[in-house]
C-alpha cells in the first residue's frame, strides 16, 4: 500500500517549549490527513485533522499545515504541557482506510 | 456502553488454542477495521468491513479469520498463531470507509499474548 513516513520518532522538550513532527505521503489521491494522540496504555484518539482543500488548520495550542505539492503535512504544539506526552500518529488516507505513520514518542519534561 | 468496546482486554493463548475477539460500535457506524499494533510496526490495517462486506484483506495470514455478522459486530477469530503474532489488536469504526475522510473511532484494545 501507500506509505506515510513520520519524523522524528522520539521527541523530548521542555514543559512550554513547541514540539513539531513532520509526516510525508506517498498517495497523490489523499485528501484527507487526521493525527492520533494515543497515551501509554490507552486507544488513539483523533486530535485535529485537515483536508486538502485548506493549507493549515488550529485548535488551541494544536495546529497542521498541509503542503499538497510537497506532500507533506506537519502537526505543532505550542506551550508544551506534561500531558501532551504521548504517541503522536499522523494518517492520510489512501484506497479504502487510512494509512498511519510508525508513531513519534513525545515527552515533555516539568 | 458508548462508543466501541472489544472483549477481551487480554488473552493469553497456545500456539494450537482457537480463541475469538469480538469488538462492538454504538455509534450506528458502517464500517470496521481491524488493526494489529507492536513495536515493530505500529498500527498495522489488517481487515477492512464497509457494511458488513470485507472490503480489504491486507495479506493478512490465513490463521486470521475476521467475522462481521452485522454492521455493530466484528469478530476475528484466531487459531494456531505464532509468538511473533503477540501484539495489541485494535478495533476501529467509522461512519463510512475512511478512505472517504471519515474519522476513525477506536476500541480500547485486546492485548493478545502467544505463549
Known amino acids: 500500500g501507500e506509505n506515510v513516513e513520520q519524523h522524528p520518532s522520539t521527541l523530548s522538550v521542555q514543559e512550554g517549549d513547541s514540539a513539531v513532527i513532520k509526516c510525508t505521503y506517498s498517495d497523490s489521491a489523499s485528501n484527507y490527513f487526521p493525527w492520533y494522540k494515543q497515551e501509554l496504555g490507552k486507544r488513539p484518539q483523533l486530535i485535529i485533522d485537515?483536508?486538502?482543500?485548506?493549507g493549515e488548520k488550529k485548535d488551541q495550542r494544536i495546529a497542521v499545515t498541509l503542503n499538497k505539492t510537497a506532500k507533506h503535512f506537519s502537526l505543532h504544539i505550542t506551550e508544551t504541557q506534561p500531558e501532551d506526552s504521548a504517541v503522536y500518529f499522523c494518517?492520510?488516507?489512501?484506497?479504502?482506510?487510512?494509512?498511519f505513520g510508525k508513531g513519534t514518542s513525545l515527552l515533555v519534561t516539568p | 456502553e458508548t462508543g466501541v468496546t472489544q472483549t477481551p482486554r487480554h488473552l493469553v493463548m497456545g500456539m494450537t488454542n482457537k480463541k475469538s475477539l469480538k469488538c462492538e460500535q454504538h455509534?450506528?457506524?458502517?464500517?470496521m477495521y481491524w488493526y494489529k499494533q507492536s513495536a515493530k510496526k505500529p498500527l498495522e490495517l489488517m481487515f477492512v468491513?464497509?457494511?458488513?462486506?470485507?472490503?480489504e484483506n491486507n495479506s493478512v495470514p490465513s490463521r486470521f479469520s475476521p467475522e462481521c455478522p452485522n454492521s455493530s459486530h466484528l469478530f476475528l477469530h484466531l487459531h494456531t498463531l505464532q509468538p511473533e503474532d503477540s501484539a495489541l489488536y485494535l478495533c476501529?469504526?467509522?461512519?463510512?470507509?475512511?478512505?472517504?475522510?471519515?474519522?476513525?473511532?477506536f476500541g480500547p484494545g485486546t492485548r493478545l499474548t502467544v505463549t
Open positions: 468491513y464497509s457494511l458488513e462486506e470485507r472490503v
Open positions: 485537515i483536508r486538502s482543500n485548506v
Open positions: 476501529a469504526s467509522s461512519q463510512e470507509l475512511a478512505g472517504a475522510s471519515y474519522e476513525q473511532y
Open positions: 494518517a492520510a488516507n489512501s484506497g479504502y482506510a487510512l494509512n
Open positions: 455509534l450506528g457506524h458502517n464500517a
